[in-house]
């Protein structure tokens, strides 16, 4: 099941992520989603957002999406290693610039060639983020008539 959400991933920019304090308290919020690699999902944070918060203090969260053409939902089931600074910190940084300058580039020429108007063309990142290293260990298919299937990730 991770081979075949790691093919659709690939074609995403953003993917929402669930995350809650210590009081139970829900935050949900789409995030960038920078690679998978492995079993571990990188996404880019804002540092002050509320699931930078949360994660500060409860270090799991839950991301979600649907494939559209199958209709089945799925859900990824985590901890998470905020990154904030150091040598893979400076590696990813740079792999974050490539893939800023590819989606604004792609989203200019999209809207040329489509005549679409967008209120920004260019995918901007602060300077004050941190990196969610967060590793997979439970997916949840969510089939279109209700039926779940849940596959443990070996840690």
């Not at 880019?44 to 969260?61: C, E, F, M, S, V």
């Not at 905020?82 to 990813?92: F, M, R, V, W």
């Not at 604004?104 to 969610?132: C, M, N, P, Q, Y």
Request: proline share 3%; net charge positive.
């Amino acid at each position: 099941m991770l081979r075949k959400i790691k093919e659709f991933l690939k074609t995403r920019e953003f993917i929402s992520v669930a995350t809650c304090d210590l009081d139970g308290r829900p935050n949900a919020a789409p995030k960038f989603l920078l690679k998978l690699e492995g079993s571990f999902i990188y996404l880019i944070d804002y540092t002050r957002g509320q699931t930078w918060q949360n994660l500060k203090i409860n270090p799991h969260a839950s991301l979600s999406f649907v494939d559209s053409d199958s209709l089945m939902g799925y859900q990824l089931n985590g901890s998470v290693q905020i990154i904030s600074q150091g040598p893979e910190y400076d590696k990813i940084y740079n792999e974050l610039l490539e893939r800023q300058i590819d989606l604004s580039t792609k989203r200019i020429i999209e809207g040329v060639a489509k005549e679409k108007r967008h209120g920004s063309f260019e995918v901007a990142i602060t300077d004050k983020f941190v990196i969610l290293k967060i590793k997979i260990k439970e997916i949840v298919e969510i089939r279109p008539s209700g039926e779940l299937k849940t596959e443990k990730i070996e840690v």
